[in-house]
């Protein structure tokens, strides 16, 4: 059997989900032994143009080489995954809404900046996508978990459970219950180990709301606890272009 | 009677960490409102494994572990899930588990029948506390370890406080009548209170993670990238999407508010048709840790409130 060829490729991001990748380490050994990473601009010098197996992105396609550079990409690939937040979800990038960018960059830059940046929203807002590995950034398991269910011949799922099981797990307290802080755990996929919450910090929903969430419900419960601002604060740090969410807030 | 006394308790342990694993639950919360259905019906479970062609191994789990500290609607619910896993038919996985392990009690109020457990400890009030054994497997440890136990002349118990919130106490009351109960929740189907729950509950599982007799579970395959397989069994929670999901794609229960109800009906009602009781000891744990602050005995006491007037009007 040929190994399938794979193609990793980054749009505008800090790249982070792709050390997430390198740092499989023995891992990414074992799965270089059944694939074949053809293109891949960190990660080594082999460059080779599609067609592609699978094509792995990371980042957000802001510029428009990006969104231009990712159609072809789709047309070029058979699986099509989108990897972490930013590529999933516009993640860090799409905090700002379209409306404001002209603003902020010329109190940033200046007004002789010549912005090459269109808008920053998820692959999935210009091509269909087969999966997105979430996280910011992404955990080393669910990358593997992944791959493992590709290279077996499933098509790959998404967890229904939601980011309390991890965290119970983890035997963290609750925020919401045992602190009385905001959290989106409730409404966010499991799969990150409830990394955050056991470090002290909220959850913001890197991993992506979870299958059927009931927003609007969360959203009631965080008004009892904070205001609105802090809410649309916890919503909008990934979730500013994430259509459950905009519609859980009406 | 046989007593051990409260400055001994620790040393016991110690003394049993030699031989066992030993999880002492007084220590609450270092995880998060999970109770001890974990040690026995862990969150995620490998089950079966093929290294090779032709072979499967059942995943063997042989380390010998003592549970201390439960109280007694968390000794009810051991119990239950104890007949759950035993009836139709024997879980496996679950009894190699519950087979190597040792439960011991730890109550404020001497009850009339023991709720469970292997050894119960009972708190007189006076630094000591009343042994009573519960299975052959507990005697055995008792006599093991006598050098902590001392035999002293019986004495009332001076405990006032049973140590079991209000809360609790109306609960497990209405827990008593699990025929009305039943009825009540039954009849309830298309009772307001459920769309009012579709819009409060978050449908994330919590409730169910927490509860000490919940046990229902997902089975999940995969192939590792050495090529090993293997099948693996997690705890679901049927407020969750995919639960009552089949091939093809229908979903018998599509909204939160259906799950929710099934959530009750399996229970209240399910559990009184099968076992003759309902499944909830009243420990209170749904009620602590639901994000959205459900509170399921404000939902019994609605429900069974506007049966009994349904009845009546009959």
């Given amino acids: ?40 601009r960190l990660g080594q010098e082999r460059f080779d143009a599609g067609p592609y197996d699978v094509t792995i992105i990371e980042g957000t396609p802001i510029t428009d080489y990006e969104v231009d550079l990712l159609k072809d990409l789709r047309k070029n690939s058979k699986v099509l995954i989108a990897l972490g937040a930013c590529a999933a979800l516009a993640g860090v990038p799409g905090i700002m809404p379209e409306k404001d960018r002209k603003f902020w960059y010329e109190k ?62 983890a035997g963290n307290k609750c925020r919401i219950r045992d602190e009385e802080k905001p959290c989106l755990g409730p409404i966010t996929q499991a799969g990150c180990k409830a990394i955050c919450v056991t470090g002290g910090s909220p959850c913001y929903g890197c991993f992506g709301i979870r299958k059927e969430a009931n927003i609007s419900a969360l959203i009631k419960k965080l008004k009892t606890i904070t205001d609105e601002k802090t809410i649309e604060r916890y919503l909008t740090m990934f979730h500013s272009r994430t259509k459950e969410v905009n519609d859980g807030k009406k | 009677m046989l007593v051990i006394n409260e400055n001994k308790i620790a040393d016991f342990l110690k003394a049993l960490e030699k031989e066992y694993k030993v999880y002492d639950n007084r220590q609450h919360p270092p995880y998060g409102g999970l109770t001890a259905k974990k040690y026995f019906f862990p969150p995620v479970e490998e089950t079966f494994v093929s290294e090779k ?24 619910a051991l119990t239950y899930l104890d007949e759950i896993m035993t009836k139709p038919a024997e879980d496996f996985f679950y009894w190699q588990r519950r087979g190597n392990s040792i439960v011991v009690g730890l109550i404020k109020e001497e009850p009339d029948a023991l709720p469970g457990g292997d050894i119960v400890f009972v708190d007189l009030g006076d630094g000591n506390f009343k042994i009573l054994k519960n299975t052959e497997k507990g005697e055995e440890l008792i006599k093991k370890y006598k050098s902590y136990f001392a035999e002293v002349a019986d004495a009332p118990s001076k405990v006032t406080d049973p140590g079991m919130s209000e809360w609790s106490k109306t609960m497990r009351d209405i827990l008593l009548d699990a025929e009305l109960l039943a009825n009540a929740v039954e009849w309830s189907k298309n009772h307001k209170i459920w769309e009012e729950m579709a819009t ?115």
């Fill in chain 2, 200 to 314: 409060t509950c978050l449908g994330c599982g919590v409730c169910t993670y927490v509860c000490p007799i919940c046990h229902c579970f997902s089975v999940e395959d995969k192939i590792d990238l050495t090529g090993k397989c293997s099948r693996c069994r997690k705890w679901d929670a049927c407020t969750l999407p995919d639960f009552a999901k089949i091939a093809g794609g229908h979903d018998f229960r599509p909204t939160i508010k259906e799950r929710y109800y099934n959530w009750f009906y399996h229970k209240f009602v399910r559990g009184y048709k099968e076992y003759g009781k309902p499944q909830c000891v009243g420990c209170g744990h749904c009620k602590k840790y639901c994000p959205a602050s459900i509170d399921i005995l404000e939902i019994l006491k609605t429900i069974l409130g506007d049966y009994k007037k349904s009845q009546i009007q009959i």
């Fill in chain 2, 53 to 76: 062609k032709g072979s499967l191994k059942t995943t063997k789990f042989a380390e010998k572990f003592v549970v201390f500290g439960l109280s007694i609607p968390q000794l009810e």
């Fill in chain 1, 1 to 40: 059997m040929t190994k399938p060829k794979v193609a990793i490729y980054d749009f505008t991001d800090c790249e982070g989900c792709e050390v997430k990748l390198v740092s499989l380490r023995e891992r990414l050994l074992l799965l270089e032994n059944k694939i074949d990473i053809v293109n891949w």
């Fill in chain 1, 108 to 169: 940033i830059y200046t007004a002789q900046y010549r912005p090459r940046g269109v808008d920053a929203v998820p692959l999935s807002a210009y091509v269909p996508i087969d999966f997105a590995i979430h996280g910011c950034p992404v955990d080393e398991d669910e990358v593997v978990k992944a791959m493992e269910e590709l290279l077996s011949g499933k098509t790959p799922t998404y967890s229904g459970n939601s980011t309390c099981f991890d965290c119970k797990q």
